[in-house]
């Protein structure tokens, strides 16, 4: 069998591959860089992060000019938060095999941690490569629809959402990104369509219930809206912050860029108001609450349930 591919690690660890099988055993005296690198990769599916980073160093003391062991520790890094340690270790793994099969997914990895500093350059260099390299590659496509909706691009977002999702219609990160799409193009109901999709199969993505609430609201169904968007907060209270969390920006800032391009939606501004009153500035909620009648006089009914919940205990 031949080396492991420059991303073969980082694929297992991606796709679930390594976690359907235990961590084989492997005598520290005779394991090779490959086989580490692979165990390494069914250690962090299982959840043994430290036991995988060990594998890996490992591997690079053996050999550092392993590829695939550099794209491996850097996903490990990736999903830990350390960018710039992820970028250093995948910018690695590219210059000691740029044409390698697989290198399009360490583009992507870098393209993402790229986009999430504001590097948008750098990023769209990554994802030029790799759909160079691949051209239907689903995350590569997805990541460009990123991009390109970052740039006002609605269509040309939805074309590379849309391609994606029917070439991996189980990567739901993508129904999260083309629902931000069409509420922002003011396809209401096809967000909450994505969103719903998205909340099914992942019930704890806060961004996922917290878009899906949104787009309820929006769409005229006050109380399940609100009961979406508490139970989100409850599970990760960025998922309802309102200001520039970065690139990948949270639904309820979605929201706010979706009011500045309808002003007169006052359904916009009640979810609004929850938006704030979930963050704690009830003041300013009762402000938008009165907003919202002023611009749409016949949501008194449901202004009134969000005034409720402005008023019940804490």
């Known amino acids: 069998m031949r080396r492991l591919s420059i991303a073969a690690a980082a694929l297992a660890f991606s796709l679930g591959v390594a976690a359907q099988q235990p961590a084989p055993s492997l005598p520290p005296n005779v394991a090779r860089p490959d086989a580490l690198t692979l165990r390494a990769a069914q ?74 500093d504001g590097r948008t350059a750098e990023a769209a260099r990554d994802v030029d490569r790799a759909l160079f390299l691949a051209p239907v590659y689903p995350p590569g496509l997805h990541m460009r629809a990123n991009l390109k909706a970052d740039k006002g691009d609605l269509d040309g977002a939805r074309l590379d959402l849309d391609r994606a999702i029917t070439l991996s219609p189980k990567m739901m990160s993508a129904y999260n990104s083309r629902a931000i799409v069409h509420l922002l193009a003011g396809r209401l109901q096809e967000a909450l369509s994505d969103w719903k999709t998205a909340m099914w199969s992942m019930p704890r993505d806060a961004d996922a219930v917290a878009g899906h609430g949104i787009a309820r609201g929006l769409l005229g169904e006050t109380a399940p809206a609100m009961e979406d968007l508490v139970r989100a907060r409850l599970m990760d209270p960025l998922s309802v912050y309102p200001g520039d969390r970065g690139a990948a920006s949270s639904p309820a800032h979605r929201l706010e860029q979706y009011r500045e391009m309808n002003p007169t939606d006052g359904r916009a501004v009640l979810m609004g108001a929850m938006i704030r009153a979930l963050n704690g500035d009830v003041e300013r909620a009762r402000q938008e609450v009165d907003r919202a009648l002023q611009v749409d006089p016949s949501l008194r009914a449901d202004a009134e349930l969000v005034r409720r919940h402005l008023s019940a205990p804490r």
């Open 43 to 116: 250690r962090m599916q299982q959840g043994d992060v430290r036991g995988a980073l060990e594998d890996v160093n490992e591997a690079l003391l053996r050999d550092s000019r392993h590829a695939g062991a550099y794209a491996l520790r850097g996903s490990i890094r990736m999903t830990a938060g350390d960018r710039a340690g992820a970028i250093a270790d995948m910018s690695h793994a590219i210059e000691l095999a740029p044409e390698a099969e697989g290198v399009e997914v360490v583009h992507i990895n870098r393209a993402r941690m790229h986009w999430l």
